[in-house]
């Protein structure tokens, strides 16, 4: 939650509120009993508190509902359950959610002011590995990049092994971030010409 002591970190979650406010809700009216902004800010500072679960999520709405209601002065009488998260997120424009965020993240003084280094992260999705019979192993792999001033991940991607890359994927993921006087750390396979062909980068360092 946000330090109420701090005018700045108050200014940041109000504007963080303001943008999920206005991303379009993917649910139909009938039945919501939840704001969508609220479920999704309350899924955000869950994982930035380490419930990243979907149950992590609905303890620590039930932990922390008081405060919720009293700091955004709301009168929601009971947290959403694990299966209430679910839903919402399977109807989710994810990308549209994804590109709020990264806007809001460009617009913290941390990033405005000039972070240090962005680190690539390449991840495989358990469970996703399709093995055929005389073919190489497929499998869908995700890409984030985590920015060490802030302590969390920016902007990430996902894509499939036998349809895109991820050097594709970091490409992706740079083309939307302003890169002046950031370092970017990434695995040797990224550092070839033609990734760096962009008037935008410099050439790789040994």
């Known amino acids: 939650m946000p330090d109420s002591s701090d005018p700045g970190q108050l200014d940041a979650a109000a504007d963080l ?10 649910r139909m009216r009938r039945g919501v009993r939840y704001p969508q902004w609220w ?3 309350v899924a955000i500072l869950a994982i ?9 999520m609905e303890r620590f709405a039930k932990r922390h509902l008081a405060l919720l209601n009293e700091v955004l002065d709301l009168e929601i009488g009971k947290p959403p359950s694990d299966s209430t998260f679910r839903y919402l997120f ?3 424009d994810v990308e ?6 990264l806007q809001w993240m460009n617009q913290q003084p941390a990033l405005a002011d000039g972070v240090d280094s962005l680190v690539c992260d390449g991840k495989t999705l358990r469970g996703s590995i399709d093995q055929k019979p005389g073919a190489a192993a497929t499998f869908i792999a995700q890409v984030s990049l985590y920015s060490q001033a802030l302590g969390v991940a920016i902007a990430q991607t996902t894509y499939a092994t036998d ?7 970091l490409q992706r993921l740079l083309s939307g971030i302003e890169l002046t ?3 970017v750390q990434a695995d040797a396979l990224h550092g070839n010409r033609p990734f760096f062909s962009s008037l935008r ?6």
């Open 39 to 41: 479920m999704l800010l």
């Open 17 to 26: 509120i303001t943008l999920l406010q206005a991303l379009p809700s993917c």
């Open 201 to 206: 980068s410099r050439a790789p360092t040994s």
């Open 90 to 92: 399977l109807q989710l």
């Open 48 to 56: 930035l508190s380490g419930q990243g679960s979907l149950v992590g």
């Open 181 to 183: 006087d950031v370092l």
């Open 163 to 169: 349809e895109s890359s991820e050097t594709a994927a």
């Open 96 to 101: 549209a959610f994804e590109a709020l965020l």
